[in-house]
């Protein structure tokens, strides 16, 4: 009797579940969309093209796709910070806002995802970062979208972080599609002296395409890879090709290192970590700002596709900020993989801009989507993850994708310890034949997202205590949607 008592229980409360969450499913999507318009500071800014109507490009357009590392939803103007991003939010307000766009919990798998089109769990990069002197990355069978970008003619340039496999030759960025690298392999490192230390030594990190370089040394990196990238704009400006620029900054990733010229505006900020943080962000901005303006003065810009994302959530212990959502960078909490992203360009209509999207997209989308911007489409061959967003983007057309497989991690958190609970944890843990709650996994389903296992860091910044989140625990398993909208929305009512 009590057993079935339990069970109606279950039942009664996941049956309201899914009522409050096909009722409430509208009023999220119209709450978040009125969400990021209430917080954008539109008013402030000016249009980058002003009223120009859109020419019909007649040769594939320069693809300017820069990633930054570890920016948090609560990190750029456009979504309510603190932080001035005004370069940013002028690009994402009179672009497209990808609203509702997710990458990896970290950065090495999602410039692996990004790079070749496919889940992690397809090539193994599913277990999180390669690290140093580890034999993993990205491998070789799968083609890049550079490879991809290269067989439609274009010039092809990474400058900074590369992050997926440095273990042979075979793996280095000019091995995988691009023409010229200037960075670094590793995942971060000092931002002015471009090194890294390992078991407790200090290597040079940064490279001129396979050659180790330090002229690099003692200048602030993000200002290095702006540079570079103005210096590869200039070389382009006269070349029949088209440009395929991988702009992938080191900022905001920690340690937190900023010239002091940024810190300028940001003396109520507190504590000093965020404060530096900010400065970091400000410095991504004006680097943005510097590129758009490059562009333009070569002429470029009309034909260009620039799109901006972070490469996972912001990193809570190193001063990013996830707000409202839950998490940290690392787990699967929408905190740690609902990116940052939008889409800026002239040869989008001017009625289809200033918009957000709201339809699901994947970091592996990039692929196919860039592929399909610049003319090309994939072979028999290819078999991938990534959908061709395009006409979502460019056309407000509804999506193809319905789901997203976050990640699914083939082994589960151990509980450390030699007790009772431990042995049977491990037990439970070690099993693979049957469905294994206790492995890190999730899935989103339109609306709905499953989570399963021990995340890692689940904290939040600022205090939870102050904001509320709602998640439902059944049987072990974490079900939740974005409710935590209408709670932010009722905190948010109830401080007024
Ligand atoms: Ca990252």
Known sequence: MRYCYKMKVRVFFLLMLIVEIKTQMDDDRNFFLNFTTTFSPRDTFTSTDGETPPTESRTPPHIIFIMVDDLGWNDVGYHGSEIRTPHMDNLAENGVKLENYYTAPVCGPTRAQFLSGKYSIHMGTHRGNTIACEPTGLPTQFPTIADKLKEQGYNTHLIGKWHAGFHTEDHLPTSRGFDTFRGFLLGHGDHYTHTRQYQGKKYLDFYDNTTPYNQSWGHYSTEVFTERAKEIIEESENTSKPMFMFLSYQAPHNPLQVPSEY?????????????????????????????VESLKRSGMYDNSVIIFSTDNGGDVGSAGSNFPLRGNKGS??????????FVSSPIILAAKRSRAVMDLIHVTDWMPTLLHIAGGSLNSNDLIDGVNQWNTISNAERSERKEILHNIKDRPRFRRGRGRRSRIANRRGSSFDTWNVRVVSSLTYGPWKILTGG????????????????????NGIYLYTELFCNVYRAVRNGNK
């Open 263 to 291: 810190l300028d505006g940001y003396e109520h900020i507190q504590p000093e970590s965020r404060r530096k943080y900010a400065a970091m962000v400000t410095a991504i901005d004006e680097g943005v700002g510097q590129v």
């Open 332 to 341: 699967l909490y929408q905190g740690g993989i609902r990116a940052i992203g």
């Open 455 to 474: 995340q890692a860091r689940d904290i939040v910044y600022p205090n939870p205590a102050n904001h509320p989140f709602l998640f439902i625990v059944f």
